[in-house]
């Protein structure tokens, strides 16, 4: 079933802001959705993501700025006069109606009468065609949820808004109801925006992420490139591991930026520095850990020329199933620890062994010292 809309359902906050008394949940911020994309939030608590979603959602009035859902403007209306619905994490379905009342609510309070059509198709979309005449109390969580999905989308908004709707599930079905949910906002083809402090499930679902960090968008990117290449520290931290180590501009050689780090030289692409890097002047670089390869240190000659490299000693290291994470202690950073990952297991590599940690310099990011 696809209940595609024929337009209207991209997103455009122009210059929207939230302030309460002298504290500014939202700074001015522009962001545009397109119709049809899934869209997260993604930010740690208190960074402005739930505030953002609301008034979309008209549940909030912004204190400055504008919001559009295709050409119409909405910023002054309310909430049930907007083409969106909002999914909560307490589904809040109605305990007394059974799951196929629960879906026809919003058809029935508009009057219409000829309701099974619509909601049988609905349950179907969610995978819920059998349950039609339970109750909520008698579906598990996830089920619930889907419910809440499905009465949301038998009104055809134009925009669905999801606010951290997965919160209250446990970790196995909610990896399961991020698939699921993507499924169907493919199925629906409508604009999914969707409010999540959990990156993992931001970047499983979402076509586009915004991180979110007090009260404004750090970086906006599809979730490959925000995790190849963030242009803030905090996006490079809060997206996984980011290994930085303090640098210094040696030189530039073409469009690459040659660093001294650890007394040995590091590699950095002029494109992924979000710095101006003048020579003699400091930079942070990052490598993902699982970019890094691992040699014994008496091994160090076999690494292969062209590769990053810096030195360090082994301190931990931990089997985590597909892989193992080694924390490392090197000169190169001496306050951070690198963690690394090798697919093979390697009994050499040990606590307290001596090792070359080399990776491809195009696989290098780097900031200024100041982190940004
Ligand atoms: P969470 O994941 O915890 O919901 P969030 O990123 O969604 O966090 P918001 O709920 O948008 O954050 O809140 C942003 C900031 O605005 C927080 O510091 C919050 O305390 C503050 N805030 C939100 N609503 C109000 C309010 N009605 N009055 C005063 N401050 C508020």
Request: hydrophobic share 50%; net charge neutral; glycine share 0%.
């Given at each position: 079933m696809t209940t595609t809309t024929d337009g209207g359902g991209d997103v455009r906050l122009s210059g929207i802001s939230k302030t309460y008394g002298s504290f500014t949940a939202v700074h001015p911020l522009d962001l545009t959705v397109p119709q049809g994309s899934f869209f997260a939030l993604l930010g740690a608590s208190g960074c402005g993501k739930t505030t953002t979603l609301r008034m979309i959602a008209g549940l909030e009035e912004p204190s400055a700025g504008s919001v559009h859902l295709g050409d119409q403007e909405v910023t002054h209306l309310p909430p049930y006069k907007r083409p969106v619905n909002t999914v909560f994490q307490?589904?809040?379905?109605?305990?007394?109606?059974d799951i196929f009342e629960n879906v026809a609510f919003g058809l029935r309070r508009r009057g219409i009468k000829s309701v099974k059509k619509q909601v049988e198709e609905m349950l179907e979309l969610v995978q819920l065609g059998e349950q039609a005449r339970k109750k909520p109390h008698q579906l598990s969580g996830g089920q619930q949820q889907r419910v809440a999905v499905a009465r949301a989308l038998i009104n055809h908004p134009k925009v669905l808004l999801l606010d951290e709707p997965l919160g209250a599930l446990d970790l196995k079905l909610r990896r399961q109801m991020q698939l699921e949910l993507k499924r169907i906002q493919t199925e629906v083809g409508i604009t999914f925006v969707h409010v999540t402090h959990d990156q993992e499930e931001a970047m499983t679902m979402a076509d586009t992420v915004a991180v979110m960090n007090a009260g404004r968008v750090e970086q906006l990117g599809a979730p490959s490139d925000l995790y190849e290449n963030p242009t803030t520290t905090f996006v490079a931290n809060f997206l996984g591991t980011s290994n930085l180590i303090e640098a210094e501009v040696d030189t530039r050689s073409g469009d690459d930026i040659v660093l001294k780090a650890g007394g040995g030289k590091l590699v950095l692409p002029g494109a992924r520095c979000s710095a101006r890097a003048a020579a003699g002047g400091k930079v942070l670089v990052g490598v993902r850990p699982e970019k890094i390869s691992l040699a014994h240190a008496d091994e160090a000659g076999a690494v292969p020329e062209g590769r990053n490299r810096i030195t360090g000693r082994i301190t931990d290291s931990s089997f985590i199933g597909v892989s193992t994470q080694y924390v490392i202690d090197s000169p190169a950073c001496p306050k951070v620890e690198v963690y690394a990952q090798n697919i093979d297991r390697d009994t050499r590599l040990v606590p307290g062994a001596e090792v070359v940690l080399h990776w491809n310099p195009a696989h290098t990011f780097g900031f200024g010292a100041d982190r940004s």
């Open positions: 307490s589904y809040a379905l109605f305990p007394h109606l």
